[in-house]
């Protein structure tokens, strides 16, 4: 769910916690069997279900056709533009989840059917820690759910904003920042761009771990190169700006500007005016408040320049002291 920045969708957020769980089925969507009707957005509702992904047994797959029968719906836990999310449990296995539930008309009327037909596919083959789970999806004749993992601690831009000074400190940032550099790595490997990487676009799980979500900008480029102008405007890197061609290098710049607003509470380059935003964006000028140490602004300064090909990796990232300073003496304990 968005707040004060455009909203793309909608979010999986709560803010009470529910008991730590490993689903016992794990629905992976067909890739075949999903097709877009763009006169009434016809989903296929047959999904591959595999087994127990902990067990020691062989893997088996069997066809399930999901319907809103199949789960005890609970309260509310977000809503948004084109529909709303629920916390719900599976009949047979009692598995906690949360259902996205979408409006048809919504979505053709404002032609994002494109992006509900990428964001199924590409977040229901994901599989990490640290990115929110897609399950599975159905539909009716006016609705489509998705089954979403739930995310017991919510949404992160609400504990960004209820922090002291409306900014976390700096090994909670750190840490934070470690597993989504995780979470991109994993990303990247299987050739997806994120492209809307944002708080609000973050939940935590039931030990406070990230769990990125919201894929509907997400692409999958094996070609690498892309020309699509999208995402959230303070979150733009200079190349969408100026409609040049572009590489996942763009997620890295995201990841500095993420790094800054959780160590200083809003985006680098805010402003009130759209055009003094662009303008700032395009020559990277920005300011680090007194309190931001040497090693967090040597870390945000490596990822936030102008020119993609000089921007620090994502492997080099996770070696920066400013991340190592605090994983190191975990591990260590």
Avoid at 38 to 67: A, C, F, Q, R
Avoid at 123 to 137: D, E
Avoid at 251 to 279: H, I, M, Q
């Amino acid at each position: 769910m968005d707040h004060d920045r455009k909203d793309s969708g909608i979010s999986t957020a709560t803010n009470f916690s529910e008991p730590d769980q490993k689903p016992n089925a794990i629905a992976e969507v067909d890739k075949e069997n999903l097709v877009n009707n763009m006169g009434g957005l016809t989903l296929n509702p047959e999904l591959k279900v595999k087994g127990d992904p902990g067990g020691d047994k062989k893997e088996t797959k069997v066809i399930k056709s999901w319907t809103l029968n199949d789960f005890e719906i609970g309260r509310p836990l977000g809503k948004g533009k084109f529909g709303n999310v629920y916390l719900a449990r599976e009949r047979k296995s009692k598995y906690i989840c949360a259902l996205k539930v979408l409006f048809k008309g919504q979505l053709v009327h404002n032609q994002v059917q494109h992006q509900l037909r990428r964001e199924i596919e590409i977040q229901a083959h994901l599989r990490h820690p640290n990115i929110l789970r897609l399950y599975g999806y159905f539909y009716d004749e006016h609705k489509v759910y998705l089954i979403l993992e739930y995310a017991p601690q919510g949404e992160l831009y609400n504990h960004l904003r209820r922090a002291k000074d409306g900014r976390f400190e700096d090994k909670r940032s750190a840490k934070l920042i470690k597993e989504m550099i995780d979470a991109l790595l994993y990303c990247h490997s299987k050739k997806v761009i994120h492209r809307d990487i944002k708080p609000e676009n973050i939940l935590l799980g039931y030990h406070g771990e990230l769990k990125l979500a919201d894929f509907g900008w997400s692409v999958h480029a094996p070609s690498s190169r892309r020309k699509t102008m999208c995402g959230t405007l303070d979150y733009l890197p200079p190349e969408m700006v100026l409609r040049k061609e572009y590489t996942e290098t763009c997620d890295l710049w995201c990841l500095g500007v993420l790094a800054y607003e959780f160590l200083c509470g809003k985006p680098p380059f805010e402003c009130e005016e759209s055009n003094e935003t662009y303008r700032r964006i395009i020559h990277a000028e920005f300011k680090f408040p007194s309190h931001v140490t040497e090693k967090a602004r040597d870390f945000i300064s490596r990822l936030l320049l102008t020119d993609s090909s000089k921007r620090m990796s994502l492997k080099e990232a996770r070696q920066h002291p400013w991340i190592t300073q605090y994983s190191e003496k975990k591990e260590e304990n």
